[in-house]
């Protein structure tokens, strides 16, 4: 009973550290907002009309990280990123505007959409195999599955990422 107890102090321990993690990236994405000008995000929305392909979509991308637009315009932005890479096919823009849309619902206090978000990302990347990207997807999922209270979940993939990142060798960023 009494080591019962102790492993689970020590998972929601991991996962609590696991979530400083997250905030403290979430911290560094939202400083990073501010870094386009007006005239910068103007001149991006004009790329918006000219062409139907991967610069678009990068386009797209970039300026859901600027803090000069809206909520509901990084949403629009995302989903539209989204769509042109699923006509390419630009996997790669398709987990990324995911992962984005995932942290806008995150941001928003939808947390069931940024989990379809995240997990959609995901699907993709384990589908392509790109392994960067399912480690990241990994790290998003335990934050976003405690907030809706589903813990169980929240701990599966906390140990997936921790598996992921010990996989890729990637042993500084395990918790």
């Known amino acids: 009973?009494?080591?019962?107890k102790i492993s689970n102090h020590c998972c929601?321990?991991?996962?609590?550290?696991?979530?400083?993690?997250?905030v403290l990236s979430f911290c560094l994405?939202?400083?990073?907002?501010?870094?386009?000008?007006?005239?910068?995000?103007?001149?991006?929305?004009q790329l918006l009309t000219i062409t139907q392909d991967t610069q678009l979509v990068n386009?797209?991308?970039?300026?859901?990280?600027?803090?000069?637009?809206?909520?509901?315009?990084a949403e629009q932005y995302s989903l539209a990123a989204y769509r042109i890479s699923d006509s390419l096919p630009y996997n790669w823009g398709k987990i990324k505007s995911?992962?984005?849309?995932?942290?806008?619902?995150?941001?928003?206090?939808?947390y069931d959409q940024a989990i379809d978000a995240y997990q959609?990302?995901?699907?993709?990347a384990q589908q392509v195999g790109m392994s960067g990207e399912v480690l990241l997807a990994y790290g998003y999922l335990p934050n976003t599955y405690i907030k809706v209270n589903q813990l169980d979940s929240a701990l599966y993939y906390n140990e997936l990422y921790r598996e992921k990142a010990t996989e890729l060798g990637d042993s500084g960023i395990i918790a």
């Open 12 to 22: 929601f321990q991991k996962i609590w550290l696991h979530g400083i993690l997250f």
């Open 29 to 45: 994405v939202q400083t990073s907002l501010a870094r386009y000008s007006q005239q910068e995000v103007d001149s991006m929305r």
């Open 98 to 110: 995911s992962f984005i849309l995932g942290h806008i619902y995150f941001y928003l206090k939808t």
């Open 1 to 4: 009973m009494e080591f019962g």
């Open 59 to 73: 386009t797209y991308l970039n300026l859901t990280q600027s803090s000069l637009v809206s909520d509901a315009e």
């Open 120 to 124: 959609r990302g995901l699907k993709i």
